[in-house]
């Protein structure tokens, strides 16, 4: 990453370019501050404050993985963003990304899990295959069959991640404004009126589509939050684990003491507006027995949250990054598993949005290829 010590100067006489980014999410923020490094004037929209409201990047624990069976594309991309959370953490003094490990509990003729232990290790990356007894002599009481490990898997944590950044976009002069009520390729009106930009960008999740026309469903993900409390010094030390097969995922905050468990599987076409947010009873108990299945001792665990997010996904499960034909730059269909590679898509984004060189080719994520229109695909969790 560039700048590190500060950002680039300007030559005498050169205006800077002037861009507004529409979505003030993980992907909205990290856009911003990129665009910020390659010298830009940057005005952010969005009718919450950074790391608070209703949009998807808003929630306590993601996962970080780098584990995607033989897809050597998103595997690279994953790599390239651990080491530029890495250098964020230098960048904002603190901890971001907590090196737990990623555990894919395997099944029987479960391609993914080997695909990804080949692939990786192909790469050159760490990974190992674990028996039963493996596991539980490095996670004492957990419990399962053979797993694959992703030695690069670990946590992220939202919240601190969204505040530092709000804190570092201030103190670089990113102007903060309230809800985009219109926009186009040069232009973004609030209620104060209609401002001039040389480019806008749109990272708006879930909203995206009240501007812009993209193949892509947001759909109703429930998500509840078990008080591990109990597990003491142990839980700083378990892994973020998943299956496949049933698409249920755990991921442990030792910082809040809970473990989140959610499914991955896409669930029921919503909207973020005007949802009640509430689990239901079977899902709740869905996720009850999917965590004492591999944590017998939290059977019994209180429930410290309910709550439901919006997977804004496309049908292929890759991200769009791309520009409209009039010209607005548009980062969308993240939900997921985008959190994990926000620096790497925000320095994309902010590349596409001025015209510099790209550092990589963006074809894969084109906002008009064939597969947005074709069957949904499982992606791995």
Known sequence: MTGMKGLP?????????????????????????????????????????LGTGPGASVDSGRSFRVHYG???????????????????????GRPLLGATGKLLLEAPGDRHAFESWQTLRNMGLRADRLSAGAVA?????????????????????????????????????VHFRGEALDLGPFHVEDVQGARRFDSVVLTAGAWTRRWVDVEMEVTRQELVYFDASSLGDKLKHLPVFSHMESGFYA??????????VANHHPGKVGHPDGDDRKVSP????????????????????????????????????????DRTEDGITVGAGFSGHGFKFAPLIGRLLAQLAIGAPGEMDLERFALNRAALKGEPTRLAV
């Open 70 to 92: 033989a897809d050597r594309g998103l595997i690279a991309m994953a790599v390239r963003s651990h080491g530029l959370w890495k250098q964020w953490e230098q960048r904002l």
């Open 137 to 173: 002599q490095e996670w004492p009481g957990f419990l399962t069959g053979a797993a694959t490990v992703d030695r690069m898997g670990g946590v992220l944590e939202p919240h601190i991640i969204l505040d530092a950044l709000r804190v570092w976009l201030t103190n670089q002069g």
């Open 282 to 321: 079977a899902f709740e108990a869905a996720a009850r027995k999917f965590l004492a299945t591999h944590l017998p001792e939290l059977e019994g665990a209180d429930v410290a949250r309910r709550y439901v997010c919006f997977y804004s996904g496309t049908a292929d499960r890759d991200f769009i990054l």
């Open 9 to 49: 100067r300007r030559g005498k006489g050169l205006r800077q370019t002037r861009v507004a980014v529409v979505g003030g999410g993980i992907m909205g923020a990290m856009t911003a501050a990129h665009l910020l490094e390659l010298g830009a004037e940057v005005t952010l929209y969005d009718p919450h404050a």
């Open 251 to 260: 991921i442990p905050t030792a910082r809040d003491g809970r473990i989140k």
